[in-house]
């Protein structure tokens, strides 16, 4: 990625369309509004508050974690070392904590203030749970139950074999299956004694958590197939390609002037914001309309576009994009793709690092989508197609294929791809570790589509990334 910057004069497009300044300035106003209404929204909705069910989902995300835990700490050395590596070295159980902590103050449900219990006895904060049940007796039900549980299994309580039966019976009508229940149910066991009840809950951990293990692993091996394929790939650039990249033939800077598609861009953003807050506020459930809901919100900048950029310079999306290379240049997609893969993979890996050194983490509602781990299989199809094929189609013509070739009109393409990179980054609404990753492949796909002079490289490493994040939260958080 190391092209010379340079300025590029800008020369006057054939039969140009006006566009009243008037408008564009109007269209500016909406996209700020949109943006300042965005960012309050960010700001002052408490993170908790944008999960349905926040309760339900920490337990099923810790669970999950935790039993990943047990399975990694009878792995191999070198594979628990590999994955601290590549995910930062989070320090899962603190970090479980802390969300519990936050959920606890949150919210009033017994089963929130029971799990962060266990967590912290699990932890050996003992003394913090002394304080933190303080009281847990005089309180309704099933505040005692959870009480007598926690010192029968953490606080050195005597307990007896039928006196641990009856205690695990009531802790399976009240706490549901998993990592919480199996953890202190094993505590009751070694308590009182009975070795069958310890030994059975030990393996039914050990094949939940083995079978999770399995999964994470296959997603390692992706992950590790496309670093791979990356390196041939990018042997191959610098030898037999001799650097020769090109799959499209679009101009780069394009034909069309600075100035007009601004007011595209403009004019096309502002109507995608006010159909965007409409599609937000009227809440559609069908899935089949919900389908429809993307393109529409993206189907008038792409309108402006074709009329005011492309059609002037005689062009189409076809030819102007580079959406249908020749038939000899196919196959450098299959060069390049791989390569901006693997720079993906490596910028999210250095990502990973610089937050763990810094004890940065995402909020974990961030990374949570209800749709993909308790949406119906007919809402899960819709999610597929939104994220997999619509969102790196209409994101890379707008944001690299407008956006970006816009800049370039005017700057070099570091600076454009940047630029161009923080807008898309921003559109996103994620958090800090999340914006930096969404920057990251920005500047990715633009190098992608600078280099090869077709935006496919770039659709294709876009859809190919969003279907690895819809995999790895179906295989991870919704199948059992």
Excluded: C
Aim: hydrophobic share 55%.
């Amino acid at each position: 990625m190391s092209e010379r910057e340079e300025f590029v004069p800008e020369p006057t497009a054939p039969h140009e369309l006006r566009l009243s300044a008037g408008v564009s300035v109007l269209a500016a106003f909406v996209l700020l509004a949109y943006i300042a209404w965005i960012t309050w929204t960010q700001a002052s909705v408490p993170p908790l508050d944008r999960v349905s069910s926040p309760e339900q989902a920490l337990l099923l995300m810790v669970s999950r974690a935790m039993d990943l835990e047990e399975a990694l700490a009878q792995a191999p050395r070198w594979e628990r070392r590999l994955y601290e590596v590549t995910t930062g070295g989070i320090d899962e159980p603190a970090q479980a904590i802390a969300w519990y902590e936050e959920l606890a103050a949150y919210s009033s449900d017994p089963l929130a203030h029971f799990h962060l219990a266990i967590l912290e006895a699990e932890a050996g904060r003992l003394d913090r749970i002394r304080l933190r049940t303080d009281g847990w007796e005089h309180r309704p039900e099933p505040f005692p139950t959870f009480l007598r549980v926690i010192r029968a299994g953490y606080l050195g309580s005597h307990l007896d074999h039928d006196g641990a039966l009856l205690l695990q019976r009531e802790l399976a009508e009240l706490v549901p299956t998993g990592w919480f229940y199996d953890r202190l149910t094993m505590r009751l066991a070694t308590q009182s004694g009975n070795h069958a009840l310890l030994a059975a809950t030990r393996e039914g951990l050990a094949a939940r958590a083995g079978l999770l293990l399995g999964r994470y692993r296959l997603l390692a091996a992706i992950d590790l197939a496309w670093l791979l394929a990356g390196i041939l790939a990018l042997f191959a650039v610098f030898t037999r390609h001799g650097r020769d990249l090109k799959v499209g033939t679009p101009p780069i800077p394009p034909r069309w002037r600075a100035r007009v598609a601004v007011a595209v861009l403009l004019r096309g953003g502002a109507i995608a914001a006010v159909l965007t807050i409409s599609a937000d506020f009227i809440r559609v459930e069908s899935p089949l309309l919900r389908l429809v809901v993307t393109p529409v919100i993206n189907l008038p900048l792409l309108i402006l576009a074709y009329r005011h950029l492309l059609a002037p310079s005689g062009l189409g999306f076809r030819q102007g994009l580079g959406l249908w290379p020749a038939a000899a240049d196919w196959h450098r997609l299959g060069v390049i793709v791989p390569v901006v893969l693997a720079a993906a993979l490596v910028g999210e890996w250095v990502i990973g690092l610089a937050a763990g050194s810094v004890d940065l983490s995402s909020h974990w509602t961030e990374g949570f989508d209800e749709e993909l781990v308790w949406g119906s299989m007919p809402v899960l199809a819709v999610s597929f197609i939104d994220d997999v094929v619509f969102a790196p189609v209409f994101e890379e013509i707008v944001f690299r294929g407008l956006l970006f070739a816009t800049l370039r009109r005017k700057f070099g393409w570091r600076t454009s791809a940047a630029a161009s990179a923080v807008v898309f980054a921003l559109a996103h609404e994620y958090g800090v570790l999340e914006l930096a990753s969404v920057f990251w492949s920005g500047i990715l796909w633009a190098w992608a589509y600078e280099k090869t002079g077709s935006l496919l490289p770039g659709m294709v490493a876009h859809a190919v990334n969003n279907l690895v994040v819809f995999v790895s939260v179906i295989v991870l958080l919704r199948l059992a």
